[in-house]
């Protein structure tokens, strides 16, 4: 099996940490993208920018996504990603601390996979990102086309 990419999309240094060694725990070998803004995201998702060297066919098998992004905010991530035809049915996993509804109800409407709040205690945050990871990236199916 191919090995599988994660883009995380997180601006704090200590939770980009925590999902980093959560992914470690499990000792799955994925490559993980990390960038700390929307509009890194969105550079590296449709290689331009700072990414247009990047060769744009090869995506993220997931995207972890935070809400509250400097630049451009994880809800218009989403949006243009959902609207964009090579990167709309890429698997999106919102990541926040944002416990508002109406973020829950946007994510969703603006086609997240998952919505998933971040525990504040280390162990559970640790052991969701872990979940997280094996779920999408050995559990779950693409869609067609995807290795």
């Given at each position: 099996?191919?090995?599988?990419s994660?883009?995380l999309?997180?601006?704090?240094?200590?939770d980009?940490e925590?999902?980093?060694r959560?992914?470690?725990?499990k000792?799955?070998?994925?490559?993980?993208?990390?960038?700390?803004?929307?509009?890194?995201?969105?550079d590296?998702?449709?290689?331009?920018?700072?990414?247009?060297?990047r060769?744009?066919?090869?995506?993220?098998d997931?995207?972890?996504?935070?809400?509250?992004?400097?630049?451009?905010?994880?809800?218009?991530?989403?949006?243009?990603?959902?609207a964009n035809?090579r990167?709309e049915?890429?698997?999106?996993?919102?990541?926040?601390?944002?416990?508002?509804?109406?973020?829950?109800?946007?994510?969703?409407?603006?086609?997240?996979?998952?919505?998933?709040?971040k525990?504040?205690?280390?162990?559970?945050?640790?052991?969701a990102?872990?979940?997280?990871?094996?779920?999408?990236?050995?559990v779950?199916?693409?869609p067609p086309?995807?290795?």
């Amino acid at each position: 099996m191919a090995r599988r990419s994660i883009l995380l999309v997180e601006d704090n240094p200590d939770d980009v940490e925590l999902i980093l060694r959560g992914l470690r725990r499990k000792h799955i070998a994925n490559e993980v993208v990390v960038v700390g803004d929307g509009a890194a995201a969105l550079d590296y998702l449709f290689a331009t920018g700072a990414y247009a060297d990047r060769d744009a066919s090869v995506l993220p098998d997931l995207v972890m996504l935070d809400l509250k992004l400097p630049k451009v905010d994880g809800l218009e991530v989403l949006r243009r990603i959902r609207a964009n035809p090579r990167t709309e049915l890429l698997p999106v996993v919102i990541l926040t601390s944002s416990d508002e509804r109406q973020d829950l109800i946007t994510g969703y409407s603006l086609g997240c996979n998952s919505y998933v709040t971040k525990p504040v205690d280390f162990n559970e945050f640790v052991e969701a990102v872990q979940q997280l990871e094996v779920y999408w990236l050995l559990v779950n199916e693409p869609p067609p086309g995807r290795v």
